[in-house]
């Protein structure tokens, strides 16, 4: 519909899309399923708890770095048979087009994406395989073949010092994105809901 300043509104009688925002509000729709959503925060508070109980309490660090292994074992099955946004299909892409992306970054012509961005994408990969490799030297450390072994040890605080690497440029990809395309992704992750227009 035709306002009178020229601009196009969506009649009030149309139907709205599946998931939409409350008439009156831009449309939103959604994208972050809640297992999604609850995985993500989890996650953030299973690796903060496992690096404040590293060297600190044995017992609560080996447990919640098992129960960060179940979030991604869950996560990854879903990887597969989840809602679309939530499949690695959807948005892992390959190293050729995830470069392209970094470089339209610098330039200042990143596009933005509904789902996560390429290079979102390759951080989330380096980010769930850096955890899950760090869940496994710690499980191996507990082994008697391992028991000792100074560079399954030695793996496992690097590998724990890789994830807080990457979780800082991966926050700072969030916010430089936030600004970028004018939208608060953290409150989507929070919501599951994404304004769906460029
Ligand atoms: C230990 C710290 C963190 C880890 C391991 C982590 C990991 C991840 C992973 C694996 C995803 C993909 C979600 C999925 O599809 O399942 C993701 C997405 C996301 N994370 Fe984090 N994250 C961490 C901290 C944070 C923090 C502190 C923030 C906010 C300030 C944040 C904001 C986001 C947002 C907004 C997305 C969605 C990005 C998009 O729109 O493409 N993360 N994170
Ligand atoms: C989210 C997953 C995990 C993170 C972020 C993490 C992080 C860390 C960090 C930072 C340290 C201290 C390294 C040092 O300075 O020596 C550590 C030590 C240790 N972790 Fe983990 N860890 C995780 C999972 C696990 C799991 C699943 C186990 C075993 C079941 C485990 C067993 C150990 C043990 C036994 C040590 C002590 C090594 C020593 O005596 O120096 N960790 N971990």
């Given at each position: 519909m035709n306002t009178q300043d020229g601009t196009l509104r969506r009649p009030a009688t149309a139907a709205r899309p599946e998931?939409?925002?409350?008439?009156?509000?831009e449309d939103l729709v959604k994208v972050w399923d809640p297992l999604v959503r609850i995985f993500h925060w989890s996650l953030v508070a299973g690796i903060a708890v496992a690096w404040l109980t590293a060297d600190e309490w044995d017992r609560a660090h080996e447990w919640i770095g098992y129960a960060v292994g179940a979030f991604i074992v869950i996560r990854f099955v879903w990887g597969f048979i989840g809602t679309p946004f939530a499949r690695f299909a959807q948005f892992v892409k390959g190293p050729r087009q995830t470069l392209a992306y970094l470089g339209r970054i610098l330039r200042g012509r990143a596009e933005r994406h509904l789902g996560h961005n390429p290079a979102g994408a390759a951080m989330i990969v380096a980010l769930l395989t850096t955890i899950a490799g760090t869940v496994l030297t710690g499980w191996m450390m507990t082994l008697d073949a391992f028991w000792g072994v100074d560079w399954v040890e030695d793996l496992h605080e690097v590998l724990a010092n890789a994830i807080l690497v990457l979780v800082a440029l991966h926050v700072a990809g969030v916010f430089h994105a936030s600004v970028t395309h004018r939208e608060n992704l953290v409150r989507a992750m929070i919501t599951g809901r994404k304004r769906r227009d460029p």
């Open positions: 998931g939409a925002g409350r008439a009156g509000r």
